[in-house]
């Protein structure tokens, strides 16, 4: 076994800014300033929530897939290989196609183009599809070509983006737009517990679960291939990573709130964040943020479309990866034309099955070796959460709100989409005793991880490129 390299502090936050610019998607821009405007004043209960699901999540996810051996489908599998099939085939979908790409390009159009030509240039349904068109094209032409610019422009985005929030939130501090209101619904009751569920909407935690093979790539990168060192290095970077996203969303929030006497109340946070950057800055703060806001997105959206690509690649290689990056792309890019607000509102279901199943495998695997790592434990807790996390989805596509909410009465925070927490702790707490009654051996997790330090470290999933990757970069 070879030691680890020693980086420099420079060299670690690079790291941690590397792992911040996959994050740094134009999505995260549209949620808090949303929170910030309904909530007001009493903001900062439902942000708590929102930061532990949009941001805390993120730095756990880091760790428990640094302890499951670095893949979602290896920390899946854990609880059955078809349920970690068909888990992560919906994540994937949903951190593809179905969500974050039709996402990322509408955000893009609402903050860079729309603000930038005017109403008169963006009426109709032409200039969001000749929009779409171009930036998807983009993003499947960087997709197909092997080459660090998507590195490089994350790299360079992240300052850039840091200073010009600076700046905003600064001018907002000095000469501030208004004052705070009031909160209205939803944040007049069950403030918490709605921010809390508002945090799945960045698909950060989840995005989590996706990137870190790709991240932990790039520790090996720098000479660190020791299981110790790649998981003190990723937890490292996921501090500097969880710390700039806090503030990032605390500082949206606060721009949301402050804004609604000078732009009233808009129907979603990509046109907060445009016309609060026209109000504190004039036009140059306009063309500022579409700027910043359109490198982020392409950035997302090239980081998207390569992994899902990869997996499905992985999962079903009859078709190629490029074939794969064409059809994801060509998906997105139809869901894209019907606009943010549908694409948001389409998405809720899947987001409120995912979350608390997502949320479930995170605190199972930070919590494995207290219960022997049993298979039983993960069945009964995934259970618990799965079923109400079925019936949230249910909801959140707006059937049986009413008579669901009514049902599950006694259920707590049923009617808020959180009751799915007491069901998975009672499943998995069923689910250790049954399987201490039927014998069930504790699993000894560190021959698997020891793969990290050892000869077998380019085993895929642990960090090495795979197959589908390995013939991209070819």
């Given at each position: 076994?070879?030691?680890?390299?020693?980086?420099?502090?420079?060299?670690?936050?690079?790291?941690?800014?590397?792992?911040?610019?996959?994050?740094?998607?134009?999505?995260?821009?549209?949620?808090?300033?949303?929170?910030?405007?309904?909530?007001?004043?009493?903001?900062?209960?439902?942000?708590?929530?929102?930061?532990?699901?949009?941001?805390?999540?993120?730095?756990?996810?880091?760790?428990?897939?640094?302890?499951?051996?670095?893949?979602?489908?290896?920390?899946?599998?854990?609880?059955?290989?078809?349920?970690?099939?068909?888990?992560?085939?919906?994540?994937?979908?949903?951190?593809?196609?179905?969500?974050?790409?039709?996402?990322?390009?509408?955000?893009?159009?609402?903050?860079?183009?729309?603000?930038?030509?005017?109403?008169?240039?963006?009426?109709?349904?032409?200039?969001l599809i000749i929009f779409s068109v171009i930036f998807t094209l983009l993003g499947v032409y960087l997709s197909l070509t092997p080459s660090k610019l998507v590195d490089r422009v994350g790299k360079v985005i992240t300052p850039i983006f840091s200073v010009l929030l600076i700046v905003i939130v600064v001018k907002s501090l000095v000469t501030p737009m208004g004052e705070l209101h009031d909160a209205v619904d939803?944040?007049?009751?069950?403030?918490?517990?709605?921010?809390?569920?508002?945090?799945?909407?960045?698909?950060?935690?989840?995005?989590?679960?996706?990137?870190?093979?790709?991240?932990?790539?790039?520790?090996?990168?720098?000479?660190?291939?020791?299981?110790?060192?790649?998981?003190?290095?990723?937890?490292?970077?996921?501090?500097?990573?969880?710390?700039?996203?806090?503030?990032?969303?605390?500082?949206?929030?606060?721009?949301?709130?402050?804004?609604?006497?000078?732009?009233?109340?808009?129907?979603?946070?990509?046109?907060?964040?445009?016309?609060?950057?026209?109000?504190?800055?004039?036009?140059?703060?306009?063309?500022?943020?579409?700027?910043?806001?359109?490198?982020?997105?392409?950035?997302?959206?090239?980081?998207?479309?390569?992994?899902?690509?990869?997996?499905?690649?992985?999962?079903?290689?009859?078709?190629?990866?490029?074939?794969?990056?064409?059809?994801?792309?060509?998906?997105?890019?139809?869901?894209?034309?019907?606009?943010?607000?549908?694409?948001?509102?389409?998405?809720?279901?899947?987001?409120?099955?995912?979350?608390?199943?997502?949320?479930?495998?995170?605190?199972?695997?930070?919590?494995?070796?207290?219960?022997?790592?049993?298979?039983?434990?993960?069945?009964?807790?995934?259970?618990?959460?799965?079923?109400?996390?079925?019936?949230?989805?249910?909801?959140?596509?707006?059937?049986?709100?009413?008579?669901?909410?009514?049902?599950?009465?006694?259920?707590?925070?049923?009617?808020?989409?959180?009751?799915?927490?007491?069901?998975?702790?009672?499943?998995?707490?069923?689910?250790?005793?049954?399987?201490?009654?039927?014998?069930?051996?504790?699993?000894?997790?560190?021959?698997?991880?020891?793969?990290?330090?050892?000869?077998?470290?380019?085993?895929?999933?642990?960090?090495?490129?795979?197959?589908?990757?390995?013939?991209?970069?070819?």
């Amino acid at each position: 076994m070879t030691g680890d390299r020693k980086l420099t502090p420079f060299q670690m936050l690079a790291l941690g800014l590397l792992l911040f610019a996959m994050f740094l998607g134009a999505g995260n821009t549209i949620f808090a300033p949303m929170v910030g405007q309904a909530a007001g004043s009493e903001m900062w209960i439902p942000m708590s929530g929102f930061l532990i699901t949009g941001v805390g999540l993120v730095l756990l996810a880091i760790i428990a897939l640094t302890m499951a051996g670095g893949t979602v489908e290896q920390l899946a599998s854990r609880v059955h290989p078809v349920f970690s099939f068909v888990f992560c085939l919906l994540l994937f979908l949903a951190l593809g196609p179905l969500y974050v790409n039709p996402r990322t390009t509408s955000v893009v159009y609402e903050i860079s183009i729309k603000p930038i030509l005017g109403p008169e240039l963006t009426q109709g349904v032409w200039p969001l599809i000749i929009f779409s068109v171009i930036f998807t094209l983009l993003g499947v032409y960087l997709s197909l070509t092997p080459s660090k610019l998507v590195d490089r422009v994350g790299k360079v985005i992240t300052p850039i983006f840091s200073v010009l929030l600076i700046v905003i939130v600064v001018k907002s501090l000095v000469t501030p737009m208004g004052e705070l209101h009031d909160a209205v619904d939803p944040y007049k009751d069950g403030a918490f517990i709605k921010g809390f569920t508002e945090g799945y909407l960045t698909m950060d935690a989840l995005a989590a679960l996706v990137f870190a093979g790709v991240f932990i790539q790039s520790i090996r990168g720098q000479g660190i291939t020791t299981r110790k060192g790649i998981s003190f290095t990723f937890l490292k970077a996921g501090i500097i990573t969880v710390i700039g996203l806090a503030l990032l969303h605390i500082s949206l929030a606060w721009i949301g709130g402050s804004s609604v006497d000078s732009i009233g109340r808009p129907d979603n946070g990509g046109t907060v964040i445009a016309e609060a950057a026209r109000t504190l800055l004039g036009y140059p703060g306009v063309l500022m943020i579409g700027l910043v806001i359109f490198l982020t997105g392409i950035t997302t959206l090239v980081a998207c479309l390569t992994a899902v690509a990869d997996f499905f690649a992985k999962q079903f290689p009859r078709v190629s990866y490029k074939a794969w990056v064409w059809i994801h792309a060509t998906v997105g890019l139809v869901i894209a034309n019907f606009g943010l607000q549908a694409v948001l509102s389409a998405a809720l279901p899947i987001l409120f099955l995912l979350y608390p199943l997502g949320m479930t495998l995170i605190v199972l695997a930070l919590l494995d070796r207290f219960f022997g790592g049993r298979r039983s434990v993960y069945v009964g807790a995934t259970i618990g959460a799965g079923a109400i996390a079925i019936l949230d989805a249910v909801k959140a596509s707006g059937n049986f709100v009413d008579e669901l909410n009514g049902f599950f009465s006694w259920l707590p925070m049923f009617a808020d989409n959180g009751g799915w927490i007491l069901p998975a702790v009672l499943g998995g707490v069923i689910g250790y005793f049954v399987g201490r009654a039927k014998g069930e051996p504790a699993i000894d997790r560190t021959q698997h991880i020891a793969v990290i330090d050892g000869a077998a470290i380019d085993e895929p999933g642990v960090g090495a490129p795979t197959p589908a990757t390995t013939s991209r970069k070819a």
